[in-house]
């Protein structure tokens, strides 16, 4: 099986330039996570979906910032302008509600990210 | 507010050596406890996973993690480190059955493995 795949692996764009990163989940996950990661801050949180609908976009750092999930095989996360303050590795997981022996959990699989640099 | 803790920043273990990688976590309740891995370049593999029972958990690569509440904690074990455990390490935490799922991660601790 495929994992999840994100493209571009490397994006480098001068400050002000529109920068879209892709994402294709594992085929049956229901949710799908974008992460930010940088050495200031570690791992954040940015938005996640669920069956494509967004349900919390509270860790978006501002307006410049967005996200969409068109189809249950494909999710953009899209910085417009971008900032040298966005550089950062982003990465986009996936995941699928398990039944176990306490109740429902949820397993997340990471792509291998994409490295951002904004000049 | 809900937390998770990695003390160490970065570790440094010989080869052959035991390990141990420390986690704390602050929550309401008993979240659910995860351990990832990620490699330079690479992105995050999950390691294990702790919801409930048998507080010493076993995971791929031969690592081992327990849960200990009275501590608020779920340190990472393996007895014997190998050159390719280089890597960096991630406790993260879910309050959440399932429907929601989203983790908060520690900053992460850097492992460097002397030959």
């Known amino acids: 099986d495929a994992g999840v795949i994100q493209s571009p692996r490397h994006e480098v764009t001068e400050m002000g330039q529109e920068v879209t990163l892709r994402c294709k989940p594992i085929s049956g996950h229901d949710y799908l996570f974008w992460y930010r990661q940088t050495m200031m801050r570690g791992l954040e949180l940015l938005i996640y979906?669920?069956?494509?609908?967004?349900?919390?976009d509270s860790g978006m750092p501002e307006d410049r910032f967005s996200a969409k999930m068109p189809n249950a095989s494909f999710s953009t996360l899209k910085i417009q302008p971008s900032e040298p303050r966005d550089s950062a590795v982003y990465f986009c997981a996936s995941s699928l509600v398990r039944a176990g022996e306490s109740g429902e959990y949820n397993e997340q699989f990471f792509g291998p990210g994409t490295r951002l640099t904004v000049l | 507010a809900q937390s998770v803790t990695q003390p160490d920043i970065h570790i440094t273990v010989s080869e052959g050596a035991s390990l141990e990688l420390r986690c704390n976590y602050s929550y309401g309740a008993t979240p659910y406890l995860f351990w990832y891995v990620q490699s330079p370049g690479q992105g995050l593999q999950l390691l294990l996973k702790?919801?409930?029972?048998?507080?010493l958990v076993q995971g791929i690569k031969g690592f081992e993690a327990e849960f200990k509440r009275s501590q608020s904690s779920f340190n990472l074990r393996k007895p014997s480190v190998h050159w390719s455990d280089a890597a960096e390490y991630f406790c993260?935490?879910?309050?959440?059955?399932?429907?929601?799922?989203?983790?908060?991660f520690g900053k992460g601790t850097k492992l460097s493995v002397k030959p």
């Open positions: 979906f669920n069956n494509n609908v967004p349900i919390d």
């Open positions: 702790y919801f409930s029972g048998d507080t």
């Open positions: 993260a935490a879910s309050n959440y059955g399932g429907s929601q799922g989203n983790l908060i």
